[in-house]
């Protein structure tokens, strides 16, 4: 398939393969049927960090790719880059066989030069190196052989597969005897594969010398469980308790208190008062230049030594905000108050989903779900946890910090509710790592980072109680603050009169029609819009029946039951899949009140691709129109770093109008060619 990642420098080695039919004129001319060398997409000369990976080292001074011993036999130098468009685009052709061949994507780096990385690859649809299928009781799975054979092509009892060692390591970085667990990612898998033999000992692919003293040889049977509980030892300790009120050392109070009356929830129903984004009073251009790296950005290290003296012993010269001024935890700028006050009506809407959950559904609802009063307790605590993240976030905005509104929710079920609450705690995560490193402020920043990595957990808590993969990735992915408060805006219905007013933008909706639903056991059968509704953030249907469903399977590779992990034998998603978009038309009333409306850049043409965006990465995959607000891509097989596949958790697609070469700290400058936005639950 032909895409174009524009986040990460690949170095490539490929196969023989021929492009879709559907993909647009001229697109074949990209393709191959010759093995590609390896190609570093650098600066030409100028280097950025050293990178150094398993098969090569970027040199900084000659702006070179000097290859090390090769598991694909590959070898190249940035100067020899091909270009392949007046774009000036280094290119590099890769392609997975039919039955999917041995990692064809080595190690990348980001690098933010003038010159992008487009890859071309090909996958037959449901196989890739980096996306095993999983073997299930030796039975065949998506291409990979029965009998304890590994799957992406890797052959079993230990045979080596294009360039993989021959001690039992397939090249997609699992062991090729036993059953084999998929090596995650954008298959909607675990995040790295990890063998196991038939006989269940443990097995990581090439690590040798692990017996220790310490390791047990067979568990210890159960017997003499404890049946009495309570306070059998006593130990040392006085009375004590916080200070409160006007003692001293008495914690500040929270802005919100814990709920202790009536809520209300549905849509807006109102008069419409005002619409659109808070403007300023006169607007400098339509959309950023860009520029050139910043001349001062020059310090690199060869020595492993200290540059410059020390201004105090052990501190490293160097940093911001370590000269010792005495910090100010307020917003500093335009951009900072508009940042922080998006993220406030984030944490507001969290506060009140968590309670909704506990509120809406009973102790019996959750037990259905899987769940305890134990785990109800946490999402209890979880809300409270927001109590404290609005309080600091509005102490920092001031007296103009919006207040907690009503909300309009999508699931009528435990089971949609967690699904709602993984999606919406990940854009709201995402969306704070997309702002928080440009923030004048640096104290604001500090505090910002301190409460979003409990978000983050939170995120995963509901990942594991929605039986997902907790963590199906090696980076979380940053996103800009119009992509989240677009994302955010259609489940808020009304807010009190005069509350602050955003300036970000609210693009059009982006639908992915054969969206795969969580709650099957095989999500390949999902069928079109099985949604709660048409919202882009909306949560999986669950009411299916039972033989359909995975909810209250307890089997191994298929159940989809509150776990700390599941492993599904059959990916949500895989590269190569056929994914169909419908998008609305700018112009809908959308957000508090209907108050604020969907738009797009008068500078942004018609669609033209769709902009993948996770983890490290953004990738561009051509969209084929069937319609005036419809059309198809296919899923992009990319890999940040060798092994670890780009599409995967839930993450962020977008329409535009072109493949503008971005990175993860300019991806803000898509906004003017962004015609829709939309989730994709990959993972």
Not at 17 to 38: F, H, I, L, T, V
Not at 212 to 232: E, H, M, Q, R
Not at 308 to 317: C, G, H, L, S, V
Not at 527 to 549: F, H, K, M, V
């Amino acid at each position: 398939m032909l895409t174009k990642t524009v986040f990460a420098a690949v170095l490539l080695s490929g196969l023989a393969a021929a492009a879709p039919a559907d993909w647009p004129a001229g697109s074949s001319s990209q393709w191959s049927n010759e093995r590609s060398n390896a190609e570093y997409a650098g600066q030409g000369g100028q280097g950025n960090a050293a990178y150094v990976g398993e098969n090569g080292q970027w040199n900084n001074v000659a702006g070179t790719w000097a290859p090390q011993a090769s598991a694909v036999g590959a070898s190249a130098a940035a100067s020899t880059a091909s270009t392949s468009s007046a774009a000036g685009y280094s290119s590099a052709l890769s392609a997975a066989s039919a039955l999917g061949s041995a990692s064809v994507v080595a190690s990348s780096a980001v690098v933010p030069s003038a010159s992008a990385s487009k890859a071309v690859s090909a996958s037959s649809a449901g196989s890739s190196a980096a996306v095993s299928s999983t073997v299930v009781s030796n039975a065949s799975a998506s291409g990979a052989s029965a009998s304890g054979a590994s799957a992406s092509g890797a052959s079993a009892s230990g045979a080596s597969a294009s360039g993989a060692s021959a001690s039992g390591k397939s090249a997609s970085g699992v062991a090729a005897s036993g059953s084999i667990s998929a090596a995650a990612g954008a298959a909607g898998s675990s995040a790295a594969a990890t063998a196991t033999t038939a006989a269940g000992s443990g097995i990581v692919s090439g690590y040798t010398g692990a017996n220790a003293p310490y390791k047990s040889t067979s568990p210890s049977p159960l017997s003499n469980l404890a049946a009495v509980f309570g306070p059998d030892s006593q130990v040392s300790a006085v009375a004590t308790a916080p200070p409160s009120g006007t003692q001293s050392g008495a914690a500040p109070p929270r802005r919100s208190s814990d709920v202790t009356g009536a809520t209300s929830h549905g849509p807006y129903s109102g008069i419409i008062t005002t619409t659109g984004a808070v403007m300023a009073s006169s607007t400098i251009g339509l959309t950023i230049p860009a520029l050139p790296p910043n001349p001062t950005a020059t310090y690199y290290n060869t020595s492993g030594q200290l540059q410059k003296p020390e201004p105090a012993p052990y501190t490293p010269n160097g940093g911001l905000g370590t000269n010792g001024t005495l910090p100010r935890y307020m917003v500093e700028s335009d951009f900072d108050y508009e940042s922080i006050t998006l993220g406030l009506y984030q944490e507001w809407i969290e506060l009140d989903l968590f309670n909704n959950g506990l509120a809406t559904f009973t102790e019996a609802d959750f037990i259905d779900a899987g769940l305890t009063s134990e785990d109800m307790e946490l999402i209890r605590f979880m809300a409270v946890q927001e109590t404290g993240h609005a309080t600091l976030l509005t102490n920092m905005l001031g007296e103009t910090a919006p207040p907690q509104c009503t909300y309009n929710y999508p699931y009528s079920t435990v089971r949609e509710f967690l699904d709602f609450s993984q999606i919406l705690t990940r854009f709201g995560e995402s969306g704070v790592w997309g702002f928080i490193n440009h923030l004048d402020s640096r104290e604001v920043g500090q505090l910002l980072a301190q409460s979003i990595a409990t978000e983050a957990r939170q995120q995963m808590a509901f990942r594991q109680m929605s039986g997902l993969f907790p963590m199906p990735v090696w980076f979380e992915t940053g996103i800009p603050q119009s992509w989240a408060w677009t994302y955010l805006a259609p489940y808020i219905s009304t807010c009190p009169q005069n509350t602050t007013r955003l300036a970000w933008q609210n693009f059009p909706a982006l639908h992915v029609v054969n969206q795969a639903n969580i709650n099957r056991f095989s999500p390949n059968d999902t069928a079109n819009y099985e949604r709660t509704g048409n919202r882009t953030s909306d949560p999986a249907i669950s009411t299916l029946p039972e033989n359909q469903s995975c909810q209250h399977l307890n089997v191994t590779g298929y159940g989809c039951g509150p776990a700390i992990s599941r492993n599904r034998s059959e990916p949500l998603s895989f590269p190569g899949k056929k994914i169909e978009l419908m998008w609305d038309a700018p112009g809908q009333a959308v957000g508090p009140n209907n108050s604020y409306v969907t738009t797009v850049s008068p500078v942004a043409g018609v669609p033209a691709f769709v902009a993948w965006v996770s983890q490290l990465n953004l990738t561009y995959t051509p969209l084929i129109s069937t319609g005036a607000s419809s059309g198809y891509t296919y899923q992009p097989d990319r890999e940040v770093y060798k092994g670890d596949p780009a599409v995967n958790d839930t993450m962020f697609i977008a329409l535009t109008d072109t493949d503008l070469f971005l990175t993860p700290f300019n991806l803000s400058m898509i906004n003017p060619h962004v015609l829709g936005l939309g989730i994709f639950q990959a993972g």
